[in-house]
Nanobody, 128 residues
Framework: QVQLVESGGGLVQAGGSLRLSCAAS????????MGWFRQAPGKEREFVAG?????????YAEDSVKGRFTISRDNTKNTVYLQMDSLKAEDTAVYYC????????????????????WGKGTLVTVSS
């Protein structure tokens, strides 16, 4: 069983920055792609950013976060990060990290249904 634990959420003013972390248990972290999703009140959970197994390829929700958010990972620490800059009120949501269920998966498709393990989420609130 894999456990994912997010941290780093909080309250920030618009224009500010936060860095989220997601620590994973288990010894096969580097075999899996990792993603960040978010869910705002009354909305469905949506893809935010994803990263390949090695960290060499990154993917972002084009219209909403690209250019402001940066995903990275440290396989020696079993941790994936989400650096969020120039935050906007519409970024307010619970942020979840998740593991792609398919070892050695690759490509630009990131779907909730393909993720098998999820963290409990960390709340990000951006005040305007």
């Amino acid at each position: 069983q894999v456990q994912l634990v997010e941290s780093g959420g909080g309250l920030v003013q618009a224009g500010g920055s936060l860095r989220l972390s997601c620590a994973a248990s288990g010894r096969t972290f580097s075999n899996y792609r990792m993603g960040w999703f978010r869910q705002a009140p009354g909305k469905e959970r949506e893809f935010v950013a994803g990263i390949s197994r090695s960290g060499g390829r990154t993917y972002y929700a084009e219209d909403s976060v690209k250019g402001r958010f940066t995903i990275s990972r440290d396989n020696t620490k079993n941790t994936v990060y989400l650096q969020m800059d120039s935050l906007k009120a519409e970024d307010t949501a619970v942020y979840y990290c998740a593991r792609d269920a398919r070892p050695f998966a690759y490509g630009s498709d990131w779907n909730r249904d393909d993720m098998d393990f999820w963290g409990k989420g960390t709340l990000v609130t951006v005040s305007s």
